[in-house]
C-alpha cells in the first residue's frame, strides 16, 4: 500500500540510505540532504564529478523559506512548483555545509508527484535528489533502466514506467532556471518545460534573461 511504502521509503531515508524514487520528470535517488554521509553515498553511487551540486527536495512551498533566501513573490513559486522545474536561490544557513559546500546557491525541487511529496513531508529535513543513473548516462524512465544501481540503493520504489518510455522529450529532466538576482532569470538547463516557465517568469512577473 501506499502508505507503507511512504513509511518504508522515510525509514530507510532516517537510517542514512538511498532510495530510488519516481517523480514527475524521471527516476531519482534520494538521500537525507543533513546527511554528509548519505551524501557522499549518493556521489559514489553515480560516480559523479564532486563538483556538481545536487538539487534538495521539498513537499511544499512553505519549506523552501527554511532553506531559502528567496527575492521572487511568493505567488511565482506556487505558479512554478510543484511542477518540473528546479529553482536555484541563494542558500540559508540552514542547510547542510557539506551539501554543495563549493556554491551559496541551492537548486529545489517539489516534484508534481504525490508519493515525492508524501515522502518528503514525511521526513524531517529536505531530501538530496539527483537522477537514477551514472553520471553522464541517460536518464532512466523505469526502474529497469537503473539495474546497475540497484545493489548500492536501500529500497527501490518502482512507481512504473515515467511519461512515453520511447520519447526523448521524456528524458529531459526538470527545467533548471537560476533567480538567485533579483529581477532575473538565467536558464541552466533547458529540461522538459522550458517554454511556460519562461512564459510566466517574462509575461507574469516581467522578469529578464540574465544575459540582457
Not at 511565482?76 to 563549493?102: A, C, I
Not at 532512466?140 to 512515453?164: A, K, N, R
Request: proline letters at 7%.
Amino acid at each position: 500500500g501506499w502508505r507503507e511504502a511512504v513509511a518504508a521509503a522515510a525509514g530507510a531515508l532516517q537510517a542514512g540510505g538511498l532510495v530510488a524514487v519516481p517523480t514527475d520528470t524521471v527516476y531519482g535517488v534520494a538521500c537525507l540532504a543533513q546527511d554528509s554521509a548519505a551524501v557522499r553515498g549518493i556521489y559514489s553511487l553515480k560516480g559523479r564529478n564532486g563538483d556538481k551540486p545536487l538539487a534538495i527536495c521539498l513537499g511544499d512551498v512553505e519549506r523552501l523559506y527554511r532553506y531559502c533566501h528567496v527575492d521572487v513573490p511568493d505567488e511565482l513559486l506556487r505558479d512554478l512548483l510543484p511542477g518540473p522545474v528546479t529553482l536555484v536561490l541563494r542558500r540559508s544557513e540552514e542547510l547542510n555545509k557539506d551539501l554543495n559546500p563549493f556554491t551559496s546557491l541551492v537548486g529545489v525541487r517539489i516534484p508534481n508527484h504525490p508519493f515525492m511529496r508524501d515522502l518528503a513531508r514525511a521526513c524531517s529535513g529536505p531530501l538530496a535528489l539527483t537522477s537514477a543513473n551514472i553520471s553522464s548516462q541517460g536518464s532512466t524512465l523505469t526502474v529497469s533502466e537503473f539495474q546497475d544501481l540497484w545493489p548500492q540503493l536501500s529500497l527501490i520504489i518502482d512507481g512504473g514506467p515515467i511519461g512515453d518510455i520511447q520519447s526523448p522529450e521524456c528524458r529531459l529532466g526538470s527545467t533548471v532556471v537560476d533567480l538567485s538576482v533579483v529581477g532575473k532569470f538565467s536558464i541552466i538547463r533547458p529540461g522538459c518545460a522550458l517554454t511556460p516557465t519562461v512564459e510566466i517568469l517574462r509575461q507574469k512577473y516581467g522578469l529578464v534573461p540574465e544575459s540582457s
